[in-house]
């Protein structure tokens, strides 16, 4: 049963690459680029046909892809389509495509997931015990040491956040008014419910009915909180909050998601929408070598009105390149070592 979703899982991946990859696909055929070929995964073809100018191949190892363009690395003399002759809008726009196309997914999968819920939890309080005396029913949370709460999940978030727990600034709505309260105690105590014994801070929130526009705005706000955990992400490997041994890379991604997936379907399909618009955001970074650094040179070429020398760009892009394999290299063996000692 494992193996089934383990294939599950490889193929949702290659999905993913594939979409990526057709956003460029799709936008330089607009645009006039000869694309010399469309591949998904890496290393030699198990299965390959060349249609018209298109070479389309499925290779052997399934992580990452490529949409390789007439001119895109190096000189061309079929100057009409070539990658380069085109104008920097139309290079923009196909460079931008394929991570416009993750997020775009992972927001409609998102939308998939949230279709049969009919109800869910807001950060408004409905009733609170008594030893918490600044917080009132009513209240609506909207940032805990300004953690921004847009969704109920981010109440808990801002908690293990927080630096100086059990004591917290909560920005609260009340009465249509904001309210800061400051040094606000919250901690988790002991309770029987049931007749098991669990944890509970003492408040409850209020449940709020599903509509067609509410449902449109919690995917877009879910949507938004997947882009900003992926900045909160890069913020704590920056300050040393996390470090490299707390990143995960596509191995440790697939075997969280196999986990997931015997755990609830509907569950996997969340994961995979944060997955997707994780790649999105993380190729619009201006790091060399992907997406994001060939956009930012661009931009650059917008600014001076003229392109940096592309044997300059090639350098700066193949040294990113490097690092990311080596990068890479490391989260997979760390990744093994986690499996190995059971996470």
């Known amino acids: 049963m494992v193996t089934i979703y383990i294939i599950l899982v490889v193929i949702l991946f290659g999905a993913l690459i594939a979409i990526h990859e057709f956003g460029h696909f799709i936008a330089a055929k607009i645009s006039g680029v000869r694309v010399n070929e469309y591949a998904i995964g890496m290393g030699p073809a198990i299965i390959k046909k060349q249609i018209g100018e298109t070479l389309y191949a499925l290779r052997l190892f399934p992580l990452g892809g490529y949409c390789a363009m007439e001119g895109e690395d190096d000189e061309s003399e079929d100057v009409e389509h070539s990658f380069h002759a085109k104008p920097l809008f ?27 819920v009919t109800a869910w939890t ?39 956040r927080a630096e100086n727990p059990p004591m917290y600034d909560i920005l609260v709505e009340r009465n249509g008014e904001k309210v ?39 995917v877009l706000k879910n949507s938004y909180n997947m882009v900003r955990l992926v900045f909160v992400g890069l913020l704590d490997l920056i300050t040393g909050r996390a470090g490299l041994d707390d990143m995960s890379g596509p191995i440790g991604i697939s075997s969280i998601m196999v986990d997931t997936a015997k755990e609830s379907m509907l569950s996997l399909w969340y994961l995979l929408a944060l997955v997707s618009i994780n790649l999105g955001i993380m190729n619009l970074l201006p790091i060399p070598a992907l997406d994001g650094g060939r956009l930012f040179f661009m931009l650059i070429e917008f600014i001076a009105r003229k392109p940096i020398p592309k044997k300059y760009e090639g350098w700066i892009h193949a040294a990113g390149f490097l690092l990311l394999i080596l990068l890479m290299i490391f989260v997979a063996f760390n990744d093994i070592f986690k499996l190995f000692a059971g996470g």
């Open 180 to 218: 800061l309260l400051d040094d606000v105690k919250l901690e988790l105590r002991k309770v029987e419910e049931n007749g098991e014994t669990v944890e509970r801070y003492g408040l409850t929130f209020e449940v709020e009915k599903t509509s067609f526009l509410n449902k449109a705005k919690f």
């Open 90 to 116: 139309s290079r923009f726009l196909i460079v931008a495509s394929g991570p416009i196309m993750n997020l775009i997914v992972g927001v409609l999968v998102l939308a998939f997931v949230f279709l049969p």
């Open 122 to 160: 807001v950060p408004t309080i409905n009733a609170v015990e008594e030893h918490i005396s600044d917080l009132k029913p009513g209240d609506t949370i909207l940032a805990i040491d300004d953690y921004n709460i847009v969704l109920f999940s981010d109440f808990y978030i801002a908690l293990d």
